[in-house]
């Protein structure tokens, strides 16, 4: 094990957390990332048991999730394995896929709502131009949020996962921040 | 303006960057006889229609696919669009 | 004046506030507009042109007069309308637009000088001589002209953005939209109403007549409830949609908390994108006026306007009031104001067979033709039957027809098609897709036609759509069509204002007739008509049948009138959607961020992100001496720099190799696994333009770098050349730029360094890791790593690359452990100053304009091989290009060397002729005692040695530079192969 200590997106050395009226964003160091592309002409690989899902959605099982990102590309989260080496355990696991880490290429920010969905919703509407309405659970997309590249995924009626470039993950906390208390 | 991306339905045209005429996927080949008159063609001479057009956008804050948007430049009306990968595999002869 | 009876005010509580320093006081509900009247103020603006004194005109947001600068202090607020002004407690306001008092403006006397400020009159007065302008003839205009003025001082208050989308966008909360809401959420569809107005109802509000058989008032509130209790269905109440785009997507802005005195943590504004499938325009109509002699006299309003202050606001302008008409609609506004106890002077109807609707005196066939009370209407001319009389008024109702109100209608250049029942245009059926006008603003204005209309549109969008409309039972209500007779203004001596925002009367219109400014676009820009910023809501059409009357044409044909949004003013601020000061745009952070920040690191913009410009130390005085130091100490001990900024992209596949060799203009498909290679990328025309490194991790997988202001547009190349061009390879990419810290070591003592955080097993010695060796390996205790031995500085360097989580701790670590090896963080200017020592190209060089041949890498443009920009790379133009990159140092040391000055053979005649090159990059080297600099020289690789001069002409400088090799640093470049 390094004798490195690792420090958060967000430069501290625990994780963000806050609560805003019915809203927790919480910052979420701990899930691992990889990328899974599939090669030309291979066949699409069920890694550690899940089946991979479809354009513009997020699936979880088996201890691990993965959200549609592209034509025969997915990003698979594997929570509390950030510190592992869990794009080379993948690979193990998806012949015939290219495989590429980027546990720390991306910081996950959850939003749970206390009261329902419409805290939830109210806050999409004020960040992304997506039609919320037709953004149920299951759903993941890439989209522009206040000028950043950002990943949505709604977990479910309740919660919204947001996650940004690791280099703008101070600039998005700012903007959730500010968000979810214009909404109060 | 609203791109029908193939995959992904109805998307805002602020998450696409454009390029510009589709033609661009036909790309001369470098090693051939008179390429330098084929890519002076390729690189500088362009349509520019007022009406249909076929052409290239990036879904750069999306799925990062290239597509083919068929659009009329007068109205903006929005006729048609395709992967872009799926038209140049068809101008190769090759399977979609 | 006091308060009249009714009205929708709540008189149980007081509102206190300010106008010009005076304090008065009014009541929820109303509107400053409303308010003032009520306390007896008649006189709110100047005009803009001729400071005219003038009163309101109108009751809603096209009012054109009374404008006003709302609050103090940073909050103040030029050019708000006092119609649309809600009132708060504590509320204060200005007139504005003159210089002394409202009353006694020392700019009147423009009124005085009316004959030289006629049609044209700035094209022609202010066109000569040239040097005035700047100095004399701006200065002068922007003093007398204008209208408000701002407060010099930053916004204090928030505004944020959001994006909505729905079946259905309602644009208007009156009869019409309110019906077309009721039947589309009643039948299940995703609904938005908007409505400008504080108050759901629009024009029910300012009416008398009943809806079935309760008043306007009670239907809206029932009708309100039910759309509250609907899941399907939001109003919003103070949102103006203000544009239609394309593919139906509106811009709207909602005033949050603009009805409060601070908006109290809440923003301000916000501005909403809305993403509709359909949309119903229910904006209504506009009343017009008719344009007589002095018809600008504060008092003279609209009728409608005089009508809807009188039942919704329970005031009047004045006790004794008359009504200029052309339409049974005048008379209207006679019998409220009546029925609320208010003298009627008379209503003057230009018809000749009109009738008195009511009790009061009626002049059939007649006319207004002048007035008088220069700041409050005393007295109306009216000519009747050959006869003139004087009249005594307070206020003077006009109602010359309605206009529909079809500004979003036009929005894609739709054009208005001339109705000659309603003597009015309609929205054409060409306009926005998918828009579809209803109620008054379609020309359906009686209050059954709007509900009918209202109900219609909704179920016809519901169709298109494919869902089933459920038709709700619309109450009984009033159905007169008012067809007004063509009256577009009163013949007559004196001046009549057409449009009263920018000051254009009948004279001006018949002067730009004279000068053969006849096409509507050219009346526009000589008069300056409807270019205010009310777009001559009420004076577009009048002006147009004035027109129309001189060329003896008919309206349609002398042409129509189209818009742009913004219907009304829309801030600044709230477009910008929050995004100020540091937030403006995203600012990306480097994983050593704030352990440089913990430093004292000064920071500096590049692109998105902040990095490390230098370290400076104590004692240290000047920006150069930390810099000198830090490329020193890397020079003769090992120097640390985070370069994570620069693009990463994850390049796997069978058929990566081949198509890195198609990218780059030099071969990378025969890199040996384990090694890294320099690429250079072309434009397809031929012109250099990215350059970074190729590393082989593996037979299918590269990583590769880009520069850090290209890695956006170089990933997009890579993914059209992937999908695009060569689609049928076996290549996956993915960006790692974020994923990865990047560490630069460089200097003599690298190798050292890095020894001691490399585990055990890696053997580093420079047999096993030469120079262009990449590996992956572990560091510190087992953390995985990455490791390129390549060099920007001419060092001995290295690039080690870790998770960057642990960016922070690596960079604590290399300068803790590396201290008695002399281990100093550098900047990006360190960073700069020695890639110019050493001669490495970057963005100065890679400009967009140099080729490769220039830049010296012309053998590097493989011939064996198709790569983009190859072919174009060698074509004659380029070919025959002669300038080539060197390096430039003074031969007078204490001489600057700057960059962007151009370069001549000494003694030669400047010119563009003669011009033989520039200077891309300068800077002071430490290394060689001087400024040096690298440059483009014509035949510069022939000239090394040659004593040439630079010139800068914006300085006045010319500086003798010798020409020399472009590696000032170790040329044959020993030191990175140790």
Not at chain 3, 457 to 477: G, S, V
Not at chain 3, 785 to 803: C, K
Request: with cysteine; proline share 5%; charged share 20%.
């Amino acid at each position: 094990m390094t004798d490195l200590t690792p420090i958060t997106a967000l430069g501290a050395d625990k994780p963000a957390k806050q609560q805003f009226g019915p809203l927790r964003i919480s910052e979420n160091p701990a899930a691992a990332l990889a990328s899974l592309a599939l090669r030309r002409g291979a066949s699409r690989p069920m890694p550690m048991g899940l089946e991979l899902p479809g354009p513009g959605k997020w699936a979880a099982g088996h201890g691990v999730a993965a959200f549609w990102t592209g034509p025969d590309q997915w990003m698979i989260e594997a929570e509390n394995r950030a510190i592992e080496d869990f794009a080379a355990d993948l690979t193990a696991h998806a012949a015939g896929c290219s495989i590429t880490e980027q546990t720390d290429g991306w910081t996950v920010f959850e939003i749970v709502s206390e009261s329902g969905d419409a805290p939830i919703r109210a806050m999409m509407e004020k960040l992304v131009n997506l039609d919320v309405a037709a953004f149920g659970p299951g759903s993941a997309t890439r989209t522009g949020l206040h000028h950043m590249s950002v990943f949505l995924i709604r977990r479910s009626g309740d919660r919204l996962a947001i996650m940004t470039m690791r280099s703008t993950a101070s600039e998005l906390w700012h903007v959730l921040e500010e968000t979810a208390k214009g909404l109060g | 303006m609203l791109i029908p991306h193939p995959l992904l339905g109805l998307r805002d045209a602020q998450e696409f960057t454009y390029l510009g005429d589709a033609r661009l996927i036909e790309r001369p080949d470098g090693m051939a006889e008179g390429a330098e008159a084929a890519f002076a063609d390729y690189v500088y001479l362009r349509d520019n229609p007022a009406g249909v057009h076929r052409e290239l956008w990036f879904h750069e804050q999306g799925d990062r696919s290239w597509l083919v948007v068929t659009r009329d430049t007068v109205t903006h009306e929005i006729l048609g669009a395709e992967l872009a990968r799926d038209v140049a595999l068809r101008g190769k002869g090759g399977a979609a | 004046m006091t308060r009249l009876s009714g009205g929708l005010i709540d008189r149980s509580r007081s509102l206190s506030f300010t106008f010009d320093g005076r304090t008065f006081s009014g009541h929820p509900g109303d509107t400053l507009a409303s308010a003032l009247l009520a306390n007896n103020v008649r006189l709110m603006g100047r005009s803009f042109k001729y400071h005219r004194p003038r009163g309101l005109i109108a009751a809603g947001s096209e009012e054109p007069n009374a404008l006003v600068e709302l609050r103090s202090g940073a909050r103040l607020e030029p050019n708000t309308r006092a119609t649309v002004a809600e009132l708060y407690d504590g509320l204060s306001a200005r007139s504005q637009n003159r210089i002394g008092s409202l009353s006694f403006d020392l700019l009147a006397m423009n009124d005085l000088l009316s004959p030289f400020f006629a049609a044209g009159f700035y094209y022609k007065t202010f066109m000569w001589p040239r040097a005035f302008w700047e100095k004399l003839y701006e200065p002068a205009i922007r003093r007398a002209a204008g209208l408000g003025s701002l407060s010099m001082q930053a916004d204090p208050d928030a505004y944020d953005k959001g994006f909505l989308h729905c079946d259905l966008l309602v644009i208007g909360g009156g009869a019409a939209g309110l019906a077309a809401a009721l039947t589309a959420a009643r039948s299940g569809a995703q609904v938005i109403l908007a409505d400008e107005d504080f108050r759901l109802g629009g024009r029910l509000l300012a009416e008398t007549h009943l809806l079935g058989d309760e008043p306007a008032t009670e239907w809206v509130a029932g009708v309100e409830e039910e759309l509250a209790s609907l899941p399907n269905l939001r109003i919003m109440r103070r949102t103006t949609v203000f544009g239609a785009f394309d593919h139906g997507i509106y811009g709207a802005v909602e005033r949050v908390a603009d009805h409060l005195p601070e908006p109290g943590g809440k923003p301000r504004q916000t501005l909403w994108r809305i993403t509709a499938k359909r949309a119903v325009l229910a904006a209504g109509a506009i009343e017009r006026h008719i344009p007589f002699a002095n018809n600008d006299r504060p008092g003279i309003m609209l009728a409608g306007a005089m009508r809807a202050f009188a039942n919704r606001w329970a005031v009047s302008p004045a006790e004794r009031v008359a009504i200029f008409t052309n339409n049974d609609d005048g008379h209207r506004t006679a019998i409220d104001l009546a029925a609320k106890g208010i003298e009627i002077a008379g209503v003057i109807d230009s018809r000749t067979d009109a009738k008195a609707l009511g009790d009061y005196p009626i002049f059939a066939g007649g006319l207004v033709s002048n007035a008088k009370g220069r700041l409050g209407l005393t007295k109306i001319e009216v000519r009747q039957n050959g006869r003139s009389q004087w009249i005594d008024c307070g206020a003077l109702g006009i109602s010359g027809g309605w206009n529909p109100n079809l500004h979003l209608a036009s929005h894609h250049r739709g054009r208005p098609v001339w109705d000659e029942t309603l003597q009015s245009f309609v929205p054409a059926k060409d306009g926005p897709p998918g828009l579809i006008a209803a109620g008054a603003a379609n020309g359906q204005g009686s209050t059954a036609a709007a509900l009918r209309s209202g109900a219609e549109a909704a179920a016809q969008a519901l169709a298109e759509l494919d869902l089933k409309a459920m038709m709700p039972e619309l109450p009984q209500a009033e159905d007169a069509v008012s067809k007004p007779q063509a009256l577009w203004h009163v013949p007559g001596k004196g001046r009549a204002w057409v449009d009263f925002q920018n000051d254009v009367t009948v004279k001006d219109i018949k002067l730009a007739h004279q000068e053969n400014m006849r096409p509507v676009e050219h009346l526009k820009r000589w008069t300056t008509l409807g270019m205010a910023t009310d777009q001559g809501k009420t004076a577009n059409v009048t002006a147009l049948a004035v027109m129309s009357e001189l060329t003896g044409k008919s309206i349609p044909e002398t042409g129509t009138t189209i818009f742009r949004p913004p219907y009304t003013g829309v801030s600044l601020s709230v477009l910008g959607g929050g995004n100020t000061a540091e937030h403006f745009r995203p600012r990306r952070l480097t994983p050593t961020h704030h352990w440089a920040k913990s430093q004292g690191a000064v920071f500096v913009e590049v692109g998105p992100w902040m990095r490390a410009q230098y370290f400076p130390r104590p004692g240290e005085t000047h920006w150069r001496e930390t810099v000198d130091r830090e490329v020193l100490a890397t020079r003769k001990g090992v120097g640390i720099c985070d370069v994570t900024t620069l693009g990463k992209v994850d390049v796997q596949g069978a058929d990566a190799g081949e198509f890195l060799n198609r990218l780059y203009c030099n071969g990378m498909k025969t890199l040996k696994v384990g090694m890294v290679r320099y690429g250079l990328m072309l434009r397809e025309d031929g012109i250099a333009w990215d350059d970074g490194t190729c590393a082989r991790l593996a037979e299918d997988h590269y990583v590769v770098t880009t520069t850090t202001a290209q890695a956006g547009p170089v990933y997009r190349h890579m993914e059209f050349a992937r999908q695009c061009l060569w689609p049928d390879m076996d290549v996956q990419l993915i960006s790692t730029t974020d994923a990865w810290a990047q560490i630069a070591v460089a200097g003599p003592n690298a190798r050292r360094l890095l020894e001691r955080i490399v585990d055990e097993g890696f053997n580093i010695s420079n047999e096993a890791f030469p120079f262009m060796a990449c590996a992956s390996l572990t560091i510190c205790g087992g953390l995985r790593a990455r490791l390129f031995r390549i060099s920007f500085s001419g060092e001995l360097a290295y690039e080690v690359a870790v998770p960057a989580r642990f960016g922070h701790a690596l960079m604590q670590r290399l300068v803790k452990t590396g201290k008695d090896l002399g281990a100093t963080p550098y900047g990006t200017e360190a960073l700069g100053v020695m890639r110019i020592e050493k001669g490495h190209a970057a963005g100065n060089e890679l400009n967009g304009q140099t080729s490769p041949q220039m830049l010296g890498m012309g053998r590097m443009v493989s011939t064996k091989k198709d790569s983009i920009g190859a072919v174009m790379s060698r074509r004659e133009g380029l070919a025959a290009e002669t300038r080539r990159l060197v390096g430039l140092q003074p031969v007078d040391p204490a001489q600057p060397v700057v960059a962007g000055a151009h370069l001549f053979t000494e003694g030669a005649a400047q010119s563009m002729a003669t011009d033989q090159g520039w200077i891309s990059s300068a800077g002071y080297s430490p290394h060689i005692g001087a400024h040096i600099g690298l440059g483009f020289l014509a035949h510069g690789d022939e000239r090394i040695g040659e004593v040439i001069t630079a010139a800068n002409p914006l300085d006045g400088q010319q500086v003798a530079l010798r020409v020399v090799s472009a590696h000032f640093v170790d040329p044959d470049g020993g030191r990175l192969r140790d």
